[in-house]
């Protein structure tokens, strides 16, 4: 039986259709050049359609929150730029803890929907570090990265389970800033690292070594997907001692031979 | 040559009954010389590996040519293996083929103690080589623990936070215990020394003397047979010892190290320069220990939060499955031969092996309480498949809490039904059965 | 005939295979070395052994049905009563004197028990080293790095470790340290004091077999040990809510001085860590 939300949500869908045809004729409008540096100049305009069409039902259409999704007012840039470039917001349906999934907006359209949440604040809030991987230590980023990440997202950036049916992403299809963003913003259920407690130059550290793990260094041959003793043993078992049964299959006789 | 050796040892008349040594040539008759090639390999791998590796616990900066941990302090225990690692030639591929042999080498072991007992070859006069056995698959599972132990790494150094938790769990004692072993509150710095002596001189030098007295009892009592055409209990047959069983054996070996090189050079395994040096104050997750181990892993996850006090005194909850479990399991193990023969009421002496079918309430016994270790071996990878399988990892605990006791009960059941069938029917094997003939066993013709 | 003469080639085949890739090894180990061409080439040379040596066995070598008799694994009863009887006459000058005897044992004895009290010298009296930790009233909070913690460092929805000042090896005292919104958090009864400005302090060394408890779930509030599972309620004095974990995570009353650092009032009120046989907690 058709409810009022499934009806709302149909509503929601066409609008949001026709806000993305409509948003998405914006950056060709301004022609050659960088269009993001285009785009910002009419950011605040061009950001606002898309927010009214693609994000006011859940966070209301002056960010202020509704009972499907939090106040985004004061959030800061940082936030608002983790949660679009990689693709977690929009969502169609409330969701408790979004997964990254390829983004809905490219790069200028991000930047003017940013741009426009981040004017609805007070100047409060992150705003999108700027990481600079060229002055970052490997070394330093590793012993922070084991300090303050690896517990929940292992060692190699694979991820992990934690309660509550949740789980700390993998890290290997992140950016150097979203990597920084997350720490800054500490985006779900993820602890946030303010300046005081990690800065930049220490942020930018953890950011490159996140990017080392992206390609680690797999010396000893085929790294297994790095989950470490449990794909070990499963390979001794299978292949190992699969491999000698065989051939102890072949040297010996059965009964019956 | 010959007769240099027997002008001084007179080993002429020895040396022709042991060349003439019948061996019986079932396959599975070469699950342990499996695990004896395993360890041949861990010895010479391991030489090596000691000249390199330094058994110290002092910080020191390391140096070397992997780039991300260049001016990092760590131990020199840990540093040394990175060294091995990336700069001693040759260092990684015996260190991986060090590591690879020590997992084959228990897991040869395990499946060796199957073929022994499904097929009944434990029973008298074979009770004491199955206790030197069981007592080399516990040297072999402690001298695995503390060989991956020694690299001083973040993975390896929470599994010895556990054990020096398991060990203070001890009634009245524990707290002893602990400080004895490690030499004061964790982590004290005498541990890898103390491993390191341990996994290269003491273990190993009890492997080598049983596993000697083992090999010694197999060539005087000879080895058992299935009973087929031509064999009873009273003769042997299969091949001679030369040239035939020698150059299979020796083919074995050269085999073994085949496979262990492949795996050695191609499959990366304990790559310690990522997970990092140990901090007692940090962790990485997931966290597991080698597989051998997995199953006491498992327990200590699926052992609910229960611990018991009694006025001032607590036996804390690691007891049960870290202490009480394994002692349960080992003893049980060792108990086995003497159990089966009062159970059975056969104390006499058997050259002929049954065929697991023969014994479908032995083989029943076995399966099931091997499916109980298994389950719990998996049970320690519950965080590693919930995030592959998105599945909340605290219904996984609960899931396999359930299987822990329903499937070992389930394949207990299936294995008796089916072997007795087999045995009724006096089918040649185990696929020879229809499932109508399990069901409702029919005796057949012999 | 020739099916001998082809086992003879093979074989002649995977000796050569196995003689190159030795002298592979050789050379890729002057040249540097290279794990999986090392790895590639053992494989290949003594694999080419191990297929020669068991076709010769297999396919050239006499095989299969040799029997050999069984003794009687039992000495015949003339050998076992001989023994007997050799053991009674040369063993009788020890067996009539039991008093002499009973003394000797005795006396390895207490040198055997003697002997294993050097054991003792391998470790330091338990005593009361794990009842109490580095944490002392009035120190410092520190950083792992060894610097102080002060009442802004962190924001609200932060974790950091933390050490006693001086002690940032003390692996007993490892401290995780929150913060969270003072007006969502309610202290427990006569805790009221140890939570000054939302900032909220647990041992991080679990309860069950004492891993750091190091996951942080900044929504939930709740603290996960990656080991076994074990989940602590940070809302409510760090009680384990899941796991084989039995005891609250010990909290360390907290402080801020008038310099605006971070102070620890006392050490905990609990041995932290695992339990053990005389274990108040």
Redesign the interface.
């Known amino acids: 039986m058709p409810g009022p939300r499934s009806v709302s949500i149909s509503a929601l869908l066409l609008v949001a259709v026709g806000a993305l045809v409509l948003g998405r004729a914006e950056p060709s409008l301004a022609g050659d050049g960088n269009p993001a540096l285009a785009a910002a100049a009419t950011a605040p305009e061009s950001g606002r359609l898309i927010f009214l069409g693609d994000c006011a039902f859940c966070h209301g259409s002056d960010a202020s929150g509704t009972n499907r999704g939090p106040s985004l007012q004061g959030v800061g840039a940082a936030d608002v730029d983790f949660y679009l470039s990689t693709g977690r917001m929009p969502v169609t349906e409330e969701v408790q803890d979004p997964q990254r999934k390829p983004p809905a907006y490219d790069g200028a359209e991000i930047a003017q929907i940013v741009s426009y949440v981040d004017s609805l604040g007070a100047g409060t809030g992150t705003p999108i570090p700027q990481v600079d991987l060229g002055t970052a230590s490997l070394t330093d980023g590793g012993k922070l990265y084991t300090e303050n990440c690896a517990s929940c997202h292992s060692s190699v950036a694979a991820g992990g389970a934690l309660t509550n049916g949740m789980y700390a992403p993998t890290l290997r299809p992140s950016t150097p800033t979203q990597i920084a963003e997350a720490i800054r913003v500490g985006p779900g259920t993820m602890p946030l690292f303010g300046t005081d407690a990690l800065s930049d130059e220490q942020v930018n550290s953890i950011a490159r070594y996140v990017v080392y793990l992206q390609h680690p260094e797999d010396r000893g041959g085929l790294g297994l997907s790095h989950i470490g003793p449990i794909t070990e043993g499963m390979i001794a078992f299978v292949v190992g001692l699969g491999a000698c049964l065989l051939i102890i299959r072949r040297i010996g006789t059965a009964v019956g031979d | 040559m010959a007769r240099w050796t027997d002008d001084r040892l007179g080993s002429s008349a020895f040396a022709e009954e042991a060349l003439n040594k019948v061996f019986p040539d079932h396959w599975s008759f070469m699950l342990g010389e499996i695990s004896l090639y395993c360890f041949v390999i861990l010895i010479l791998t391991g030489t090596f590996l000691t000249f390199f590796f330094d058994a110290s616990s002092r910080e020191i900066v390391y140096r070397g040519s992997y780039a991300p941990l260049n001016g990092a302090t760590v131990s020199e225990a840990y540093a040394s293996v990175v060294r091995i690692s990336f700069d001693v030639r040759a260092g990684l591929v015996m260190r991986q083929i060090h590591h690879w042999a020590a997992l084959l080498f228990i897991g040869a072991i395990v499946l060796h103690l199957c073929r022994i007992f499904f097929t009944g070859a434990f029973r008298r006069p074979r009770e004491l080589n199955w206790i030197i056995g069981v007592t080399l698959l516990i040297l072999a599972i402690f001298n695995g623990f503390t060989g991956y132990s020694l690299p001083d790494d973040l993975l390896s150094g929470t599994g010895l936070r556990i054990a020096y938790s398991i060990a203070l769990s001890v009634p009245l004692i524990g707290t002893w215990v602990a400080f004895l072993i490690f030499g004061g509150e964790f982590p004290a710095q005498q541990i890898i020394s103390r491993l390191f002596v341990i996994h290269i001189m003491l273990i190993p030098a009890l492997i080598i003397a049983l596993l000697g007295a083992h090999l010694a009892i197999l060539w005087r009592q000879k080895h058992t047979q299935f009973p087929e055409a031509g064999r009873t209990e009273s003769n042997v047959v299969g091949s001679k010892l030369w040239p035939t069983y020698a150059a299979k054996s020796v083919g074995l070996f050269c085999a073994i190290f085949a496979v262990l090189g492949a795996l050695g050079g191609l499959a990366q395994i304990n790559p310690i320069w990522l997970y990092g040096p140990f901090d007692p104050a940090y962790v990485a997750s997931p966290s597991q220990p080698d597989w051998f181990l997995g199953w006491v892993d498992g327990a200590l996850r699926l052992f609910p939060a229960w611990e018991f006090r009694t006025g001032s005194f607590m036996i804390p909850n690691p007891f049960f499955p870290g202490v009480l479990l394994p002692g349960i399991t080992f003893g049980l193990l060792y108990l086995w031969p003497f159990l089966e023969a009062r159970l059975t009421h056969d104390y006499g002496p058997h050259e002929l092996l049954d065929r697991p079918t023969d014994r479908p309430v032995r083989s029943a016994i076995g399966a099931g309480v091997l499916t109980f270790y298994i389950v719990l071996l998996f049970s320690a990878s519950n965080d590693v498949i919930a995030r592959m399988f998105q599945v909340p990892v605290l219904a996984m605990t609960v899931a396999f809490r359930i299987a822990l006791f329903v499937i070992p009960l389930l394949v207990a059941y299936v294995v008796y039904r089916w072997f007795k069938a087999v045995k009724v029917a006096g089918a040649e094997g185990v696929m020879e059965v229809s499932l109508a003939q399990v069901l409702h066993p029919v005796a057949g013709e012999k | 005939m020739t099916e001998k003469r082809t086992a003879t080639r093979l074989i002649a085949m995977s000796f050569t295979i196995s003689t190159l890739a030795s002298l592979g090894l050789l050379i890729t180990?002057i040249v540097?070395?290279q794990?999986?061409?090392?790895?590639?080439?053992?494989?290949?040379?003594?694999?080419g052994?191990?297929?020669?040596?068991?076709m010769?066995?297999?396919d050239l070598?006499?095989?299969?049905?040799?029997?050999?008799?069984?003794e009687p694994?039992q000495s015949t009863a003339a050998e076992r009563s001989s023994l007997t009887a050799e053991m009674d006459r040369s063993g009788d000058e020890i067996q009539r004197r039991t008093f002499l005897g009973r003394i000797l044992v005795g006396a390895l004895g207490v040198l055997g028990v003697a002997a294993l009290f050097p054991?003792?010298s391998?470790?330091?009296?338990?005593g009361r080293?794990?009842f109490h930790t580095s944490w002392t009233p009035g120190a410092r909070v520190v950083t792992?790095a060894g610097e102080p913690v002060?009442s802004?460092?962190?924001?609200v929805?932060?974790?950091?470790?933390v050490?006693p000042e001086g002690h940032t090896n003390a692996?007993?005292s490892?401290t995780i340290l929150?913060r969270v919104s003072a007006s969502e958090f309610t202290p427990l009864p006569g805790r009221e004091s140890w939570s000054p400005n939302g900032y909220l302090a647990y041992s991080?060394v679990c309860t069950?077999?004492?891993?750091?408890v190091?996951?942080?779930?900044?929504?939930?509030k709740?603290l996960?040990c990656?080991?076994?599972?074990?989940?602590f309620d940070v809302f409510d004095g760090a009680r384990?809510i899941?796991?084989?974990?039995?005891?609250p995570l010990p909290q360390l009353p907290l402080a801020i001085d008038s310099d605006g650092y971070l102070t620890a009032q006392r050490d905990f009120t609990q041995p932290v860590?695992?339990?053990?046989?005389?274990?108040?907690s």
């Open positions: 180990y540097g070395g794990p999986q061409v090392e790895g590639t080439l053992i494989a290949l040379s003594l694999g052994l191990a297929v020669g040596l068991i010769w066995a297999h070598m006499p095989s299969g049905h040799f029997v050999e008799e069984r694994h054991v003792r391998l470790g330091t009296k338990p080293t794990l792992g002060t802004t460092t962190l924001k929805g932060s974790v950091l470790t050490f692996a007993d490892q929150l991080k069950h077999a004492g891993c750091p190091a996951l942080y779930q900044a929504e939930a709740e996960f990656p080991c076994h599972q074990s989940a384990p899941a796991g084989p974990a039995t005891r860590g695992p339990g053990f046989w005389n274990d108040p």
